[in-house]
C-alpha cells in the first residue's frame, strides 16, 4: 500500500519561501507523476502542480512563478518551494500521486497545515 | 480555466436515502472528471475517475454519470460513513481545477 507524508515547517513568516517535503513508502517513486495540492481553511481544493520522477513539471500558471518542484529517486521524495508567501498561501497542503491513467490522484497525504504569519 | 461549479453547496439526506450531486463545468471536460470525498480532518479520497469508473475499493452504491458539461454522483443509499463534502475535478485542460464543493450532511 502506497503511503504518503508531508513534512515541513507548519510556520513561515511572509515574503519568506514555504518549502515541504513528501516521502513515499510502500512503492516506488519511479514511473509516476506526484502533486501538490492546497486547501485554504475552510475552503476548496487548489492544484498547485506535479511532477514527473524524471524531473519534469507541470504548474498552474497562477502559482508558475513562485512554485519550485523537484524530485529525489535516492529518498522516495519530492518537494515544494513556494516563495514570497504572503497570508493568502495559508492552506492545508497535501502531496498525491497522479493516477496512471490520467491526472487524477489516487493516493494522498494526510496533509500539513502551512500558516504565513510574522 | 474551466471552473467547475457544484451544486447544491449542502444536502441534508437521511440515512438510507439516494443522495444525487451535480457538477458543472464552463466548457467541455468530455469524460475526464473525478470525484473525492473529504471528511473532516483527512484527505481527499478518489472515488470515480472518467467520469463513471469507481476507483478501487469503493461501494457500488457510488456511481458517476455525465459527459461535457454536465456530471453527476449518485449515492443510491446514504451510509453514515458517506456523509462528507464531495468534491469534483476536471483533468481534461491546465489548469486541473476542482469545484467548490457539496456538503452532504445528516437531515
Known amino acids: 500500500q502506497v503511503q504518503l507524508q508531508e513534512s515541513g515547517p507548519g510556520l513561515v513568516k511572509p515574503s519568506e519561501t514555504l518549502s515541504l517535503n513528501c516521502t513515499v513508502s510502500?512503492?516506488?517513486?519511479?514511473?509516476?507523476?506526484w502533486t501538490w495540492i492546497r486547501q485554504p481553511p475552510g475552503k476548496g481544493l487548489e492544484w498547485i502542480g506535479y511532477?514527473?520522477?524524471?524531473?519534469?513539471?507541470n504548474y498552474n500558471p497562477s502559482l508558475k512563478s513562485r512554485v519550485t518542484m523537484s524530485v529525489d529517486t535516492s529518498k522516495n521524495q519530492f518537494s515544494l518551494n513556494l516563495s514570497s508567501v504572503t497570508a493568502a498561501d495559508t492552506a492545508v497542503y497535501y502531496c498525491?500521486?497522479?493516477?496512471?491513467?490520467?491526472?487524477?490522484?489516487?493516493?494522498w497525504g494526510q496533509g500539513t497545515l502551512v500558516t504565513v504569519s510574522s | 480555466e474551466i471552473v467547475m461549479t457544484q451544486s447544491p453547496a449542502t444536502l441534508s439526506v437521511s440515512p438510507g436515502e439516494r443522495a444525487t450531486l451535480s457538477c458543472r463545468a464552463s466548457?467541455?471536460?468530455?469524460?475526464?472528471l473525478a470525484w473525492y470525498h473529504q471528511k473532516p480532518g483527512q484527505a481527499p479520497r478518489l472515488l470515480i475517475y472518467?467520469?463513471?469508473t469507481r476507483a478501487t475499493g469503493i461501494p457500488a452504491r457510488f456511481s458517476g454519470s455525465g459527459s461535457g458539461t454536465e456530471f453527476t454522483l449518485t449515492i443510491s443509499s446514504l451510509q453514515s460513513e458517506d456523509f462528507a463534502v464531495y468534491y469534483c475535478?476536471?483533468?481534461?485542460?491546465?489548469?486541473?481545477?476542482f469545484g467548490g464543493g457539496t456538503k452532504v450532511e445528516i437531515k
Open positions: 498525491a500521486r497522479k493516477g496512471s491513467g490520467a491526472s487524477w490522484f489516487d493516493y
Open positions: 510502500g512503492g516506488s517513486i519511479s514511473s509516476y507523476w
Open positions: 511532477i514527473y520522477y524524471s524531473g519534469n513539471t
Open positions: 466548457q467541455s471536460v468530455s469524460s475526464k
Open positions: 472518467d467520469a463513471s
Open positions: 475535478q476536471q483533468y481534461n485542460n491546465w489548469p486541473l481545477t
